[in-house]
């Protein structure tokens, strides 16, 4: 058996699993919606998360960093950990890329992103309508990119427990707590 991720690596992994999970449901629902109060109050929400998120994954590559992931599993090819090297970086691209084209879409479009109502953030561009469009169409392309990702990670993690049977699954989740914390 491999030595699990520590507990903090684990909250961040579910955490910002929940909140991108969250983020992605809200992000496709609100899209469609008519011009409303509500549909500008949906908005706000989704800016908050996202730039929580974009917090949130700078903090977790900084531990990611300073204490080194658990070895892949004896005997994983090194094709297989190849490909998890692979997709673990298109993750941390996507979780630091999304927010980012989140943003500049904002900012394009001329609606200035408030953290919580309370910190406004700096409009990264001018105002442009064409470039506001082309922004949405990419925030919309790399989410789907990452659902798309997000469903091979989830498949690689079944497929390691079910045929593989190797605690790849399982380390990662609460409970089993490594000695370094």
Do not use: E
């Amino acid at each position: 058996m491999t030595t699990p991720y520590t507990s903090t690596a684990k909250g961040f992994h579910w955490v910002m699993a929940l909140l991108i999970f969250g983020m992605l449901a809200l992000g496709f629902y609100m899209a469609d919606l008519p011009l409303s109060p509500q549909k500008l109050q949906l908005y706000s929400w989704h800016k908050w998360a996202g730039v929580t998120v974009f917090f949130l994954v700078w903090l977790r590559l900084l531990w990611r960093l300073t204490h080194r992931p658990p070895a892949h599993p004896p005997g994983m090819a090194k094709l297989q950990q190849g490909a998890a090297h692979a997709g673990h970086f298109a993750l941390y691209v996507l979780m630091i890329g999304i927010p980012v084209s989140g943003w500049l879409m904002s900012s394009a479009k001329g609606f200035q992103t408030v953290w919580f109502g309370v910190l406004p953030l700096p409009d990264l561009l001018g105002r442009d309508k064409v470039l506001g469009q082309q922004l949405a169409d990419l925030h919309s392309a790399l989410n789907i990119g990452f659902l798309v990702l997000i469903g091979v990670h989830l498949a690689a993690a079944v497929l390691h427990h079910l045929l593989y049977k190797d605690d790849v699954l399982r380390r990662m989740l609460p409970g089993r707590s490594p000695t370094n914390t």
